[in-house]
Nanobody
């Protein structure tokens, strides 16, 4: 079973930036759609951004203009660049790789202080 590993989370002040990465050691993302989701305490998990195997991207309205999802095929990672962070972006961020993997990572905590 494919294992996904997220990294790059942390504590940042409002207005700051973080870059999250999702890796799949021993596997390749090239043929997968991959998405970033997030879940804040007491709330449902929500889709933040997605990138298809062909490189088409889409982001949630709440992060449009601030977050960018991208592929790094050389490093076999999917990255989420998060700029102009707000306290409401505080959540655990999860990576999800679509078919045929259908796998979730364990998440990385992002905390934005006001």
């Amino acid at each position: 079973q494919v294992q996904l590993v997220e990294s790059g989370g942390g504590l940042v002040q409002a207005g700051g930036s973080l870059r999250l990465s999702c890796a799949a050691p021993g596997s390749s993302f090239r043929a997968n759609a991959v998405a970033w989701h997030r879940q804040a305490p007491g709330q449902q998990r929500e889709l933040v951004a997605i990138i298809t195997a062909g490189g088409i991207t889409n982001v949630a309205n709440s992060v449009k203009g601030r977050f960018t999802i991208s592929r790094d095929n050389a490093r076999n990672t999917i990255n989420l660049q998060m700029n102009s962070l707000k306290p409401e972006d505080t959540a655990v961020y999860y990576c999800y790789a679509g078919s045929p993997y259908n796998a979730w990572g364990r998440g990385t905590q992002v905390t934005v202080s006001s």
